[in-house]
Structure formats: structure tokens, C-alpha cells
């Protein structure tokens, strides 16, 4: 049986949370005068610290309990609290795999945590034999993996066998989850009491600018998270975004499909363009491609403009495109079939 206590930092096994008003007394109801708040205007209100209703609604959408669930303000803050409750800065390390998402690394160094790095092999997947020798030796408290992976795209498929071999706390980053075919790790989380796997409303459910991410682990892990975070790290107007959009859930599964159509098509088209290389295989709402001269072709499409992600410093001359409209596809199809006249 995994000790989760064992993994987090003594400070916080010791930490006598704040308590804030709205947590003492949440009801929205009677006369408040505990909080200091303005009794007049819109928003004077304090939100409700724990999100109650909407994790309600999000733990039937995902089956999951809603004591195992917490929202943060994007993926990030979750990150950063995940790694504020089990990482003793300058002391214990976190492992990744990169290519990958860049916010783990500079969350490490803002956090002071040690880095390991292992690659992920060349078909993008972790690279096991490594693994191994490196846990030989060495010891992580901490491992992120990004599934679909940013930026190549692809499932990583060998997690299972990460986790049998790999003794401490796994992360799972689901952000691009929804477009893939790959089952979600969260029906995982009770076989792994170490698992917490992140989804976010930023990408499938196009609520990128309200800002809120999910974790989902083992009530243990939820109630330290709670313990630390800010006492309210998400605002009212944003819970109520979030909650009109939670009622629309079917509309979300629509529009999926609608970027899934796009993303074929952006795929197909990419395959007549000369100064495409390589297009690998993804399971995410954008396409990494391998082009004659990545630098030149960010910048020549940048003049129009039409801005894409320039990834040549992780993985050399490639490119990360967003699935975008139909109308946008078209578009930039057309200027890269101009730049297959010049190149």
C-alpha cells in the first residue's frame, strides 16, 4: 500500500491551514457581516473557496468522487500546488521527460526542486531501459508526464509500466485528453493511490480565458492541495462561466468532433505541402510537423500574419499547429503552398 503521508513535505503535514470566512460559513444566505466585504455591488461577494456545485457537476461528467477533485487557477496553479505539497525545495527532485510542456521545469525552478531529465525515446514514448538504470541509482520523489504529450501530440501508451517500476508521485497531464481515442488514466486512481492526473477547461471546452484547471487524486492528496492553495483561487465570475458551460457538456462533445474534422483536414492538406517533412501522429488539438527551415517559415507566416509555434528549439525544425476553423486551415494551406514556390 502506497504511504502517501510519507511523500509530503513535514511542514505541511504540520500546517494548521487558514480559514478563511467563506469556508466557516458558506450558505449565501442571512445577513453577513463576518467577512468584511462591501455590502453593496455585484461581485462584493466572496466566492465559495471549495467549488462546491461545480464539483459536483464535474464529478458526475467524470465519474470521480468529489473529494478527490481540485480546481485551480489553470493547470499551472494546480502544478505549482502539487509541487509545494510533496517537494522539499533544494531536496527533492522531480523527474521529466521532455520533449514536453515547459512549465514543469520553470516551476521547478521557481519552487528550487532539483531536475532529472530523461528524453523520451525516439518514437516519443518513455524511454523504460533508461528509467530503470537512472532509479537504479538514483531517486525521485516526483514524476510528470504529459499524455497527449506537448509538443509532439502523441498518446504515451508505456505509463503502466512507468508506474510498476517507479516508487513515488505520478502526474499525469491530461490536457489534451478529450481529443484523443486513449482512455483516460482516471479510471486508474484508486488501483494507484500515488496517481494525480490534471485535465483543464483550456483546450477541449474552449474556456482557455477563465482560467481553471482540475486535479484529480486520492482524498488524502485533495485535502493537503486544499490545505495550501489560496483561499480563493477562483473568482465568481469565472465559477459562473464555468458552471453555465459544465450544463452544456453535450455541446462541448460536439464541438470535439467538429476540431477532430479539422484537424483531419488540416492533416490531409499538410501532405501536399513540399516543405513538409514530416507530420507526427497526434492525439491533441494541434499537429507538430518536421518543414525544410522552421525559422524562415514561423517568420514568413508571422509577416501575414499567421502565428503558429515555432518548436525548433526543443525538437530541430518542426512546427506545432493549432487546429483551428476551416477557414483558417485554408488559409494557412494557401500561404504554405506560396512558400513551396520560394523554397
Known amino acids: 500500500m502506497f504511504d502517501i503521508q510519507s511523500f509530503i513535505r513535514k511542514n505541511i503535514l504540520k500546517l494548521t491551514p487558514y480559514s478563511s470566512a467563506r469556508s466557516e460559513f458558506n450558505s449565501g444566505e442571512g445577513i453577513l457581516l463576518d467577512a468584511n466585504e462591501n455590502p453593496y455591488g455585484s461581485y462584493n461577494r466572496y466566492p ?3 467549488q462546491k456545485i461545480i464539483k459536483k457537476t464535474i ?3 467524470k465519474q470521480v468522487n468529489e473529494n478527490q477533485i481540485f480546481l485551480g487557477n489553470g493547470s499551472d496553479e494546480v502544478l505549482d500546488v502539487i509541487m509545494r505539497v510533496f517537494l ?3 531536496q527533492d527532485s522531480l523527474l521529466i521527460f521532455p520533449p514536453t510542456y515547459g512549465m514543469y521545469e520553470v516551476l521547478a525552478n521557481i519552487n528550487e526542486i532539483p531536475l532529472h531529465v530523461i528524453p523520451l525515446n525516439k518514437e516519443f514514448q518513455l524511454d523504460i531501459p533508461k528509467i530503470k538504470d537512472f532509479i537504479s541509482y538514483n531517486k525521485s520523489k516526483m514524476a510528470i508526464i504529459c499524455s497527449p504529450n506537448n509538443p509532439t501530440g502523441n498518446s504515451v501508451y508505456n505509463i503502466e509500466e512507468f508506474l510498476s517500476i517507479f516508487s513515488g508521485i505520478v502526474v499525469i497531464d491530461e490536457a489534451y ?3 484523443s481515442n486513449q482512455t483516460s488514466y482516471l479510471n486508474k486512481l484508486n488501483k ?3 496517481l494525480i492526473i490534471i485535465q483543464t477547461f483550456s483546450k477541449s471546452w474552449g ?5 481553471v484547471g482540475m486535479a484529480f487524486a486520492h482524498p488524502l492528496i485533495i485535502h493537503y492541495m486544499n490545505a495550501i492553495k489560496y483561499p480563493y483561487n477562483i473568482s465568481v465570475p469565472n ?3 464555468l458552471a453555465n458551460a459544465l450544463k452544456q457538456f453535450h455541446k462541448i462533445q460536439k464541438k470535439i468532433q467538429v476540431i477532430l474534422k479539422n484537424r483531419k483536414l488540416l492533416i490531409e492538406g499538410l501532405q501536399s505541402i513540399k516543405l513538409v517533412k514530416k507530420i507526427f501522429p497526434t492525439d491533441a488539438n494541434f499537429v507538430l510537423v518536421e518543414v525544410t527551415d522552421a525559422n524562415f517559415i514561423y517568420q514568413s507566416l508571422l509577416d501575414i500574419p499567421i502565428v503558429v509555434r515555432n518548436r525548433h528549439s526543443q525538437i530541430p525544425n518542426t512546427l506545432r499547429i493549432t487546429v483551428g476553423t476551416k ?3 485554408k488559409s494557412l494551406l494557401n500561404q504554405l503552398s506560396e512558400l513551396d514556390k520560394i523554397l
Open 48 to 50: 465559495d473557496p471549495y
Open 59 to 61: 464529478s458526475d461528467i
Open 88 to 90: 522539499q525545495p533544494q
Open 177 to 179: 485528453i478529450d481529443f
Open 192 to 194: 494507484y493511490s500515488q
Open 207 to 211: 474556456l482557455a480565458g477563465i482560467r
Open 239 to 241: 465559477q459562473q462561466v
Open 327 to 329: 477557414k483558417e486551415i
